[in-house]
């Protein structure tokens, strides 16, 4: 089955503890992203990656790193979690170059940061 | 960017009765706008979608349609069913990367039996 799966589905941490929320996709999908959804804002893009070793910022990057060592893995690092990165995550894969192609979304990451 | 803005944040129907929601985006060059569903615990799943030289398309029960000169498109579903409660976002392509969307807040859909 085509899927993206994240790991953990939940997550409650302290302030300060560094974190690692994986992403893995099976479709073969260059292009891959991370969103976070926030009530009342809808989902906001953290960082995304064109393909191998190519990543950039998105709209909200801060307190944030991701690498993409490997075609099918999105991992998104908290170095140093506070607060207000509670949230709740989806990373998500689409085939780059096509205009008129969406997302996959993984079913998403549960964060609180205490 | 490109901003995105949806209405209504909330929406309850009778079910049978048909579901209208709209959105407006800002940039005339956006190209392709994507509807999303996210059921309870789940991540957003795409349904339905529009390219901009398309005034409408439908999909059983469901239909989209875009007004490219008011800049707004909205998502139609007919005869709602339960199953159809869920939260729905629609979103638009970013006119510089077309890899990246730029999302509507939501819609929470209510369909009561």
């Known amino acids: 089955e085509a899927q993206v799966t994240q790991n953990p589905r939940y997550l409650i941490t302290v302030t300060g503890k560094k974190l690692t929320v994986t992403c893995s996709q099976n479709?073969?999908?260059?292009?891959m992203s991370w969103y976070r959804q926030d009530p009342g804002l809808g989902l906001r893009q953290i960082y995304y990656s064109m393909n191998v070793e190519v990543t950039d910022k998105g709209d909200v990057p801060e307190g944030y790193k991701v690498s993409r060592k490997e075609k099918r893995n999105f991992p998104l690092i908290l170095e140093s979690p506070s607060p207000n990165q509670t949230s709740l995550y989806f990373c998500?894969?689409?085939?780059?170059?096509?205009?008129?192609?969406?997302?996959?979304f993984g079913s998403g990451t549960r964060l609180t940061v205490v | 960017g490109e901003n995105v803005e949806q209405h209504p944040s909330t929406l309850s129907v009778q079910e049978g009765d048909s579901a209208v929601i709209k959105c407006t985006y800002s940039d005339s060059a956006s190209n392709y706008f994507p509807w999303y569903k996210q059921e309870l615990g789940k991540g957003p799943q795409l349904i339905i979608d529009i390219r901009s030289n398309v005034g409408e398309k439908k999909d059983q029960r469901i239909a989209v349609t875009l007004n490219k000169t008011a800049k707004h498109f909205s998502l139609h579903i007919t005869e709602t069913q339960p199953e159809d409660s869920a939260v729905y976002f629609c979103a638009a392509s970013s006119p510089r990367d077309f890899n990246k969307f730029y999302f509507g807040s939501g819609t929470k859909l209510n369909v009561k039996p």
């Open positions: 998500a894969s689409k085939v780059t170059g096509q205009s008129d192609y969406g997302y996959t």
């Open positions: 479709m073969n999908h260059e292009y």
